[in-house]
């Protein structure tokens, strides 16, 4: 059984980079992948839409996020997790990762599957 903290974040992470799909991306679709490990749980959003418009920060040259963004990425790294976004003009991916506690972890004998971005071409930016 998944920690209730652990699945109340991925929830509201995939509620949120949904949310963003259909406010912005112009995507006619997204997918949702959910891997788990023994030792972590990666969520992946992915849409085809246009990928992030953002403002570029005039002294860093980094793209701007906004509330919803960095609220998932607050979320996340508050569960000791990681928020990676990669994004081009094809589309976005929105990936979460969070170490299962070794308390909670139950015995999986499987293989860390391929991520699901891996065969997006998208170039990455973290924000």
Not at 33 to 49: F, N, P, S, W
Not at 56 to 70: K, Y
Not at 99 to 110: F, G, M, V
Request: proline fraction near 6%.
């Amino acid at each position: 059984m998944l920690p209730r903290e652990i699945a109340t974040t991925l929830f509201r992470v995939a509620q949120e980079a949904l949310s963003n799909v259909h406010r912005h991306s112009e995507s006619p679709s997204a997918s949702i992948a959910l891997h788990r490990t023994e030792q972590a749980i990666r969520l992946d959003v992915i849409d085809r839409g246009q990928g992030l418009r953002g403002q570029i920060e005039p002294n860093t040259g980094a793209q701007a996020v906004g509330v919803g963004i960095s609220g998932m990425r607050v979320r996340v790294e508050q569960l000791d997790g990681r928020l990676d976004i990669k994004s081009s003009p094809s589309g976005t991916c929105v990936t979460a990762t969070v170490p299962i506690p070794l308390s909670s972890a139950e015995a999986i004998k499987s293989s860390v599957p391929q991520h699901a971005c891996a065969d997006t071409p998208l170039s990455s930016k973290n924000g």
